[in-house]
Structure formats: structure tokens, C-alpha cells
């Protein structure tokens, strides 16, 4: 616990809160409020720095802040990309390329710390990071710039440092160095990689284990792509799943979704009930709950930056309070149980969020 709340750590929280704050500004109608995202967005980046100078210079380094520290990173970063591609700067490809990689080696990462094991890091990682960086920052400086007023004056330059040609060189070019880089993640991990094939460990209450561990593609499945292999807190990064899917083009379509939903619960319960029988009641390997329950939030909410930040917090929130019948539904054994209730906190946050939607003021403030 002490490590848990220690100072780089809240830094770490910090950079993960600055996220919303970071695109809910960049967002903004108003051109002086978008321009604080810049700082704001600097702040963060700034965190990432001295979080790790603190950790090495005071002795705070802990497994769980080796974990979260560079899933921030990630977080931050692809926020940013994701911004660029709906303001239409940058290539689509390029990012789902960098984030669809950077989820795969955070599986890996999350999976060792699970069982304790080091995880290598290249140096061409912490070149794909300062690469990364310098390019959104890039993006960033530029388009803010060309909004402030001094400015003006210079804003065919800028314009045509934005233009798509020049992003299209640069993303590409980040692109294929996060991609190598996640090539040289796995090569120098292989025995890792091979492990994940393979070993599970075992439930901390040996009376709960049932037969043989689940496949891999069940253990996918059921733990949202890793993430409930994370130290800590693995139903908030499942939401987070579910909502980096819900951010495909297409994916927030009341059809698309709703099949979405209908078919993750569907092949979630037996995915579920066969974690449970390996890992004890409930566990919290399991978040594929987490998923479809964010997914049943953001059903029906017009897919807004702003609106999307508030249904993950929405849900987080019933999720942890379960208000009825919630509770007693986890109780159940099995993954009815184990689906249901964060269906029933999805409901309720959903039914939060319409509420919300109905005063005019509040209308115009999310949309």
C-alpha cells in the first residue's frame, strides 16, 4: 500500500487524470480553451519524466509502478493519436498500427509482471518513445499556434506544416520504428511469449480448480486481451478496452453494438464460468465483464469526446457500488453471475448518462 499511493505513483495517476482533461479542451468550440490543452498536455508529459527520477532517486521503484507507468505513457500517446486522427491530421493506418502494437507488448508486459518475471526493453523502444513524442508534439505546438492571433500572420506556414503530406512521412516513420520495435519486444521475450501458450498459474485457492487451465483463446478472451492479468485494478483497464474498440469508426452504431453486446455476453458466460473454475469465484482475471458492461453504458449516448469520459466514469462507479440487483447477482456462482451484474451497472450508468443528456444546458456542454 505504501507503494501504491507513493509519490511517483500519484504522478503516474496524475498523467492517466490529464488525459480527459488534455482531449476535453483540445475539443473544446471555444479557441481559447483548445489552446490550454497544450499545457496541459505538456504537464503530463512532464510527469513521465520526473515520476521515474523520483522512483530511482528515492528507492520507490515497486512492481506495480513498473506496470502502470508505462501503460500511462501509452495511454497519453495514443489519446493524442487518436485526437489527430479525428481532426483529420494524420493517416488512420499509422495509429491503429501504433496502438494495435503498443496493447499487444502492454499484454506481454502485464503478463509478466503477473507471474513475476522481468520483461526486457530494447533501446529501440525508448527510441520508438522519444520518437513518438517529438511528433505529437510537433502536431500539437503547430496546431495550436496556427489558432493564436500572433500568429496569423504565419498560418499558411503552418498550414503547410500540417499539411498531409508531411504527417503522412512522419507517422509513417513512427509507425514502422513502434512496429520493429514491438518485433524486437517479442524476439528478445520469445521464452515468455512461448510461456504464455502454455502456463497458467494456478488460483490461489486450490479447492476452486476444476480440470486442466482454460485454452489460450479462452484466456484471451475471458481477460479482455491480458489486461485482467494486470497487478492491479484489471476491471478499469478492462473498461478501457471497451472503450478503444467503441472508438473504431463504425463501432458506436446502435446495430453494430448491440450485436457486439449480445454476442460477447453470449460467449462470455461459458468463457467465464471456465476462468472461474481455474481461478476461484469471480476472479479478477476475468474482465470481459468489464468490457461488454462499458459497451452497454455507451449504448445509445451520441459518441462525443466529453460523453465517452463520462460513461467510463459512469460505469466505473456502478461497477464498484453495484446498486441492486448488481450485488446479488455477483454473488451467484458462475458466469452468469460474473456477466450479469456488470450488465445490470452498465444499465444503470447508461440510464445516468440519458438523464444527463436531457437538460439543454447540459446538452450543450457534452455535445
Known amino acids: 500500500m505504501k507503494f501504491f499511493f507513493s509519490l511517483p505513483n500519484q504522478l503516474t495517476y496524475l498523467r492517466i487524470l490529464l488525459t480527459p482533461v488534455f482531449l476535453v479542451l483540445l475539443f473544446s468550440p471555444n479557441p481559447l480553451i483548445r489552446q490550454l490543452s497544450f499545457p496541459v498536455y505538456v504537464l503530463a508529459a512532464l510527469t513521465d519524466w520526473y515520476d521515474g527520477w523520483l522512483a530511482r532517486r528515492w528507492g520507490y521503484v515497486s512492481r506495480?509502478?513498473?506496470?502502470?507507468?508505462p501503460l500511462a505513457d501509452k495511454v497519453l500517446t495514443s489519446a493524442a493519436l487518436f485526437a489527430f486522427l479525428a481532426l483529420d491530421l494524420v493517416p488512420?493506418?499509422?495509429?491503429?498500427?501504433i496502438v494495435i502494437r503498443d496493447i499487444g507488448i502492454t499484454t506481454l508486459r502485464s503478463y509478466c509482471e503477473y507471474r513475476g518475471e522481468a520483461f526486457d526493453t530494447s533501446k529501440m523502444a525508448k527510441t520508438k518513445t522519444f520518437a513518438q513524442m517529438t511528433?505529437?508534439?510537433?502536431?500539437?505546438?503547430?496546431f495550436i499556434a496556427r489558432?493564436?492571433?500572433i500568429f496569423s500572420p504565419l498560418r499558411p506556414i503552418f498550414d503547410l506544416l500540417l499539411g498531409r503530406a508531411i504527417l503522412s512521412v512522419l507517422m509513417t516513420l513512427i509507425a514502422a520504428i513502434t512496429v520493429v520495435s514491438g518485433i524486437l519486444y517479442i524476439i528478445d521475450?520469445?521464452?515468455?511469449?512461448k510461456d504464455l501458450t502454455g502456463i497458467v498459474k494456478p488460483p490461489s485457492n486450490s479447492a476452486d480448480?476444476?480440470?486442466p487451465p482454460p485454452t489460450l483463446p479462452v484466456r484471451l478472451f475471458a481477460s479482455g486481451l491480458g489486461t485482467g492479468y494486470t497487478p492491479g485494478a484489471s476491471g478499469t483497464f478492462g473498461s478501457l478496452i471497451g472503450i478503444l474498440?467503441?472508438?473504431?469508426p463504425g463501432f458506436e452504431?446502435?446495430?453494430v453494438l448491440g450485436a457486439a453486446i449480445v454476442v460477447t455476453y453470449a460467449l462470455g458466460i461459458p468463457a467465464a464460468r471456465r476462468m472461474e473454475q481455474h481461478y476461484g469465484h469471480d476472479p479478477a482475471e476475468v474482465t470481459i465483464d468489464e468490457v461488454l458492461g462499458m459497451w452497454v453504458t455507451l449504448l445509445f449516448i451520441p459518441k462525443t469526446i466529453a460523453l465517452t469520459v463520462a460513461a467510463f466514469f459512469a460505469f466505473r462507479i456502478m461497477d464498484i457500488i453495484k446498486p441492486f440487483p448488481a450485488r446479488r447477482i455477483d454473488s451467484m456462482r458462475g458466469g452468469f453471475g460474473i456477466m450479469t451484474d456488470d450488465v445490470v451497472a452498465g444499465v444503470y450508468a447508461n440510464i445516468l448518462l440519458q438523464l444527463l443528456l436531457i437538460p439543454d444546458l447540459t446538452r450543450s456542454f457534452f455535445l
Open 147 to 149: 489558432e493564436i492571433e
Open 245 to 248: 474498440v467503441y472508438l473504431i
Open 253 to 255: 452504431s446502435p446495430l
Open 209 to 211: 480448480r476444476q480440470g
Open 189 to 193: 521475450n520469445w521464452s515468455t511469449v
Open 135 to 142: 511528433v505529437i508534439f510537433y502536431i500539437l505546438t503547430i
Open 92 to 97: 488512420g493506418w499509422t495509429v491503429w498500427a
Open 64 to 69: 506495480w509502478g513498473a506496470f502502470l507507468d
